[in-house]
């Protein structure tokens, strides 16, 4: 049996070349995935009869790209994701001597990366040294320095609030690489992680490539609505302009056209997991009240009365407030399901739909 981790993100040469010639879509496929043997939670396994050879063994970290796996994946890999649900930041996740053994025997893992999920990283090192890592950061690194990314490179596509002086990149001061870790919020990392696991899959299963490609080509056509409405957005809130509690959604924003206005020094606080200055959180109260943006991005999954503070000047106001998380929502059965439902009220609140 082929034992697969998912960490977050791959060194991604090898895989870039053979995902090439595997996919020129990278789909999301829907998949259901049965109940893992192991210990370790959210663990889905491979259905009897499903698949044409032995399923890979595949540890993923997160849901966030747990989801993304396990449809890629489908019955041809036993997926086990170790943090799932809100319950836990992976910022601060402590693993157990049961997420360790999570990694055991793992032919793949898939990781975030970034800082985000060091400890993930690490296990893999340490517990699966000879198992492939796909991480997503560093595969999204590779395309913004290669410019692979041809939705940035449109006319009129500058990465709004992003050129201002004194906001570059805010909120991304804290993750000592200085990228934004949220990863799953960039839709070109969402594209070429599910090809980099693909690739991998296909490598580890070579009599399962067909299956694989097949499962690849579903989750890309399920995605398309997710495509839509991140077009339909850019092309509707042309000069529309939001503020957010943290950078979390800061990746899909620009992408669909949105200026930041979110007070600098507020979001470097936030991404360092400090409190905003009193000067800070005046201007950014001050942004709300004079209704200086077109929306407020509120990360639900963020504690505190800061964030609440923000909220209610903001629906005070008369800001439209879009909630997002950090993790997969619960009850939403597949990763576009969750981009799908946020990107509508997205929508809704600008005005757009």
Known sequence: ???????GVITFVSSR???AGLLLAVPFA???CGTSDEPAPASTAAQAGDCPTEPVEVVVSVDQWGKIVSALAGSCANVTTVLSGSSVDPHDFEPTPSDAAAFEGAQLVVINGGHYD???AKLAESTAPDAPVVDAMTI??????GHDHEVHEEPGHEEPGHEEPGHEEPGHEGHGDGAN???WYSPIAVTDVATAVTAELTELAPAAGEYFSARNTEFTAALQPYRDLIAEIKAGATGKSYA????LFDDMAAEVGLANRTPPGYQVAASNESDPSPADLDAFLRLLSDRGVDVLIYNTQTEGSVPQQLRAAAESAGVP??????????GAPTFEAWQVDQLTALAEALGVR
């Open 140 to 145: 999204l690194a590779g395309d913004h320095e």
């Open 181 to 183: 870790p949220h990863a």
């Open 30 to 32: 829907l998949s259901a």
């Open 1 to 7: 049996m082929q034992t697969v981790i998912v960490i």
């Open 17 to 19: 070349a053979l995902a």
């Open 118 to 120: 060091e400890w993930a």
């Open 321 to 330: 407030v879009v909630d997002v998380t950090e993790t997969v929502a619960p």
């Open 244 to 247: 957010a509690t943290e950078s």
